[in-house]
């Protein structure tokens, strides 16, 4: 079974909006992923946060982590046209070498 | 872009045939996956491997085989394909943090 369930399943806003997505998993990990799928193309590696990590920056994205509450969340500040996309979060479990995803975010991003 | 290739990028097979999709990396990545992602399930994990024949099921490996014979290559075998195969198929390569994916291939069972 998938170990992220993203939520919203889908998100629509205008450009300029900020973009929330959220993740929440069930077991112990070492990181967690996001990553970026335009339609009709493969994922694109966004940004890993690792377990001892609370919140990462990347451009216009920020990314948090709670262990304890087994949950990440994706923001997307100022958000263009271009981000239009499905947003999926992964997680690397603790002592496996996979990456388990989740049924991701579709979002619209309107001009 | 990371050098990975999936080939074919689309096939249209019948039932009961064999298939195999192939993937190619020039990046020397230790790890190679193949995902099936369907609509309402995400990405979900058939086989990967950790090295030259060194493979491991995932959580949907039933009716698929997997084989490495060298670094760079990785191949999904669907021995019979049946149309709950029908799906888009990615390969993705890590050195065990951020993963590269292909650009998918799209497979019919008919």
């Known amino acids: 079974s998938q170990q992220g369930e993203e939520d919203p399943q889908a998100l629509s806003i205008q450009e300029g909006e900020n973009a929330t997505m959220n993740c929440s998993y069930k077991t112990s990990i070492n990181n967690l992923q996001w990553y970026r799928q335009n339609s009709g193309r493969g994922l694109v590696h966004l940004i890993l946060?690792?377990?001892?990590?609370r919140e990462k920056h990347s451009g216009r994205l920020r990314v948090t982590l709670d262990t304890s509450k087994k949950s990440s969340s994706l923001l997307i500040t100022a958000s263009r046209a271009a981000d239009t996309a499905s947003y999926f979060c992964a997680t690397h479990a603790a002592g496996y070498s996979t990456l388990t995803f989740g049924k991701g975010t579709m979002l619209l991003v309107s001009p | 872009d990371a050098g990975i290739t999936q080939s074919p990028r689309h096939k249209v097979t019948e039932t009961g045939t064999p298939v195999t999709l192939r993937c190619h990396q020039t990046?020397?990545?230790?790890?190679m996956y193949w995902y099936r992602q369907d609509p309402g399930h995400g990405l979900r994990l058939i086989h990967y491997?950790?090295?030259?024949?060194?493979?491991d099921k995932g959580e949907v490996s039933d009716g698929y085989s997997v084989s490495r014979s060298k670094t760079e290559d990785f191949l999904l075998t669907l021995e019979s394909a049946t149309s709950s195969q029908t799906s888009v198929y990615f390969c993705?390569?890590?050195?065990?943090?951020?993963?590269?994916f292909g650009q998918g291939t799209r497979l019919t069972v008919v």
């Open positions: 993705a390569i890590s050195e065990g943090l951020g993963a590269f």
């Open positions: 990046e020397n990545h230790r790890y």
């Open positions: 946060i690792r377990s001892n990590e």
């Open positions: 491997s950790y090295g030259v024949k060194d493979t």
